[in-house]
């Protein structure tokens, strides 16, 4: 029900939202490019082979009207000057002639013959093919036109090197020119048959594609609003159908991410609610009884001054898990762990004492880890701390340092109250205790191990924790160690 809202939600925003410009569009610029690519083809589809056709005619014609033209030159060449009734006997030995039109001039262009019926015998056919054949070369020329192709050319007639007239052919073919007018026809037709299916394919993958992006940037723009829980579906394995997939695996983690961020100030305020309210209550009461005695005013002073000392406390570890957020003080240096160990188990002395714990320390060689002083401090003392606070009467707790490889190992074992295994993956969590009661009488936060693994992380190390044997609790890290090489101090 609620994805459906969501559905709905995206496609309205998607009717309403600003559209992107035709002219910019992914599928106007597709269809543009496909269709000058498209026209390209047919062009040269409805040209090129048309062409090459007419071409192949052209010089079988030429072929042709050329070998007739050998034999009646041969047959007219024995003459020294060809005259009218010459050039009629010669043309009647002739056999197979199979020209359209014979026209036969002598030397000076005059006409002495022409096989068409009422033709232009006795008059001057000076055409271009005719002059360039009297003055000794072959000529040819074609055309095609209303389905009919008409060539015709002039070959000159030689006695003794000399030219004495010209021999001019004619041509016209209809049964070709219907063939290729057939041709273009069928060009045509394959054409627009080919035309409309790109138009048709086109129009329906274009359809699917944009249908496909419209649904992605409804998805964008849903979850832009502020809905996490919003997922694109998008069926298929394509390049968007990935990007969806990708687009909800990023959703997933805003989301996580968000419900973190709200869950950590619901947990902030509360935190800070409860020294408050204790601070209003206590303030109120000193107020409101105007007859209370000095001593009584002392203890709800010192309990003030208690909540007040715990409101800094968990200003003090909100700014640390800040100032590791934020990246800060990311210095790193050669940090002896050992020292840093020792040091923070002098200061926590008195506390191991009032909680009847044994302390020990066992400190391997060259322990220097890559970290900075303030992050190694905050990770010894919160581990070692809460081993003291976390345990039993007469408990104890090992500390212990090893160099292995290019890392070294810090271990704090307690033989305390131990940590459920249902709540071992949830410790590091801001604000999660297992016993609150207890965390509070110890003066606890909750944002320790946060701290702990955040300063961990930022050094690029690990931490784990597991079940101590009988009881108790072992947390391990292990810190990347100083080599030395490359390295600055
Ligand atoms: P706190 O300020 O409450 O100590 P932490 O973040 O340091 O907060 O620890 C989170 C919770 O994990 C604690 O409240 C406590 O319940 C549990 N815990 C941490 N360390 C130990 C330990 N060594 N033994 C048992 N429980 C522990």
Redesign the pocket.
């Known amino acids: 029900m609620d994805n459906k809202a969501h559905l709905w939600r995206a496609w309205w925003k998607e009717q309403v939202e600003p559209k992107i410009p035709v002219l910019h569009s992914l599928q106007m610029r597709l269809a543009l490019g496909y269709s000058a690519l498209i026209a390209a083809l047919l062009i040269l589809m409805n040209t090129y082979p048309l062409l090459m056709s007419q071409n192949l005619m052209f010089r079988s014609q030429q072929t042709a009207l050329a070998n007739q033209a050998v034999v009646i030159t041969n047959a007219l060449t024995t003459a020294d000057q060809l005259t009218p009734a010459g050039v009629e006997q010669s043309l009647s030995q002739v056999e197979d002639l199979n020209v359209q039109r014979i026209l036969i001039t002598d030397e000076a262009g005059l006409v002495l013959y022409d096989s068409q019926e009422n033709g232009v015998a006795g008059k001057y056919a000076l055409t271009g093919e005719v002059v360039a054949a009297l003055r000794g070369n072959d000529a040819f020329s074609s055309a095609y036109q209303d389905g009919l192709f008409s060539s015709r050319g002039a070959w000159p007639v030689m006695n003794r090197n000399r030219v004495v007239g010209a021999v001019c052919l004619y041509e016209t073919d209809g049964d070709q020119g219907a063939l290729l007018g057939e041709l273009q026809r069928n060009l045509r037709l394959i054409s627009v048959v080919v035309c409309l299916a790109v138009l048709a394919l086109f129009g329906a993958f274009s359809t699917f594609l944009s249908r496909r992006v419209r649904t992605l940037l409804g998805g964008i723009r849903t979850v832009r609003e502020g809905e996490y829980t919003h997922r694109i579906s998008m069926s298929g394995h394509d390049e968007l159908a990935q990007l969806a997939e990708e687009f909800n695996q990023l959703t997933g983690r805003l989301q996580v991410n968000e419900e973190e961020r709200r869950r950590f100030v619901s947990d902030a305020s509360h935190e800070l609610k409860t020294p408050l309210a204790s601070i209003r209550l206590m303030t109120d009461s000193i107020l409101q009884d105007a007859s209370i005695d000095r001593e009584t005013t002392r203890e709800f002073v010192a309990d003030i001054s208690d909540a007040a000392d715990r409101l800094i406390h968990i200003s003090q570890e909100l700014l640390e898990l800040d100032r590791l957020d934020q990246g800060r003080d990311l210095d790193r240096r050669a940090i002896d762990l050992n020292e840093q160990a020792e040091q923070i188990g002098r200061m926590l002395a008195p506390l191991a004492e009032s909680a009847q714990v044994t302390m020990t320390l066992t400190l391997g060689e060259g322990c220097l880890v890559r970290c900075n002083d303030k992050d190694a401090g905050q990770i010894l003392k919160?581990l070692m701390e809460?081993?003291i606070?976390?345990n039993v009467l007469h408990g104890q707790v090992d500390v212990t340092t090893r160099r292995v490889g290019d890392k070294v190992t810090l271990s704090v074992t307690?033989t305390?109250?131990?940590?459920p295994e249902a709540d071992m993956p949830r410790?590091f969590e801001r604000f999660?205790?297992?016993?609150k009661a207890?965390?509070r009488a110890?003066g606890?936060?909750?944002?320790?191990?946060?701290i702990v693994r955040d300063a961990v992380k930022r050094h690029g190390g690990e931490i784990t924790v597991q079940a101590g044997q009988p009881a108790g609790?072992i947390?391990t890290v292990i810190l990347p160690a100083w080599t030395g090489e490359g390295e600055t101090t």
């Open positions: 919160n809460n081993a606070k976390y307690d305390g109250v131990g940590i410790i999660y205790r297992v016993d207890r965390s110890a606890g936060t909750g944002l320790g191990l946060s609790t947390f």
